[in-house]
Nanobody, 123 residues
Framework: QAQLVESGGGLVQAGGSLRLSCAASGRTFSTYAMGWFRQAPGKERAFVAGITRSGSRTYYADSVKGRFTISRDNIKNTVCLQMNSLKPEDTAVYYC????????????????WGQGTQVTVSS
């Protein structure tokens, strides 16, 4: 079982950057594919980025390609999301998630979730 805790959210102006971190408990972090999702008010939770168990492959939503970078450290049991060139439409609660199968764009494929961290981008 994995417990996930996100950090790094906050308020930033458009064009700015934030780095989200997700710390995972347990010794089996490297056995999980990891993903970042976000949920804006009144909208469904949406895939942002994913990374395979080894970190060798990454996946991004079209809306964040070229601006966001996902990475993981299987020694420190962390996964990060570097967000650059932020836009007001990136405003949402961001969630870290772990999947025992493989990286996927569908939230129901993930087994464990963090509590979320708020990202607000002002125009």
């Amino acid at each position: 079982q994995a417990q996930l805790v996100e950090s790094g959210g906050g308020l930033v102006q458009a064009g700015g950057s934030l780095r989200l971190s997700c710390a995972a408990s347990g010794r089996t972090f490297s056995t999980y594919a990891m993903g970042w999702f976000r949920q804006a008010p009144g909208k469904e939770r949406a895939f942002v980025a994913g990374i395979t168990r080894s970190g060798s492959r990454t996946y991004y939503a079209d809306s964040v390609k070229g601006r966001f970078t996902i990475s993981r450290d299987n020694i420190k049991n962390t996964v990060c999301l570097q967000m650059n060139s932020l836009k007001p439409e990136d405003t949402a609660v961001y969630y870290c998630a772990a999947a025992s199968t493989s990286t996927d764009v569908f939230p129901y494929k993930y087994d464990y979730w963090g509590q979320g961290t708020q990202v607000t981008v002002s125009s």
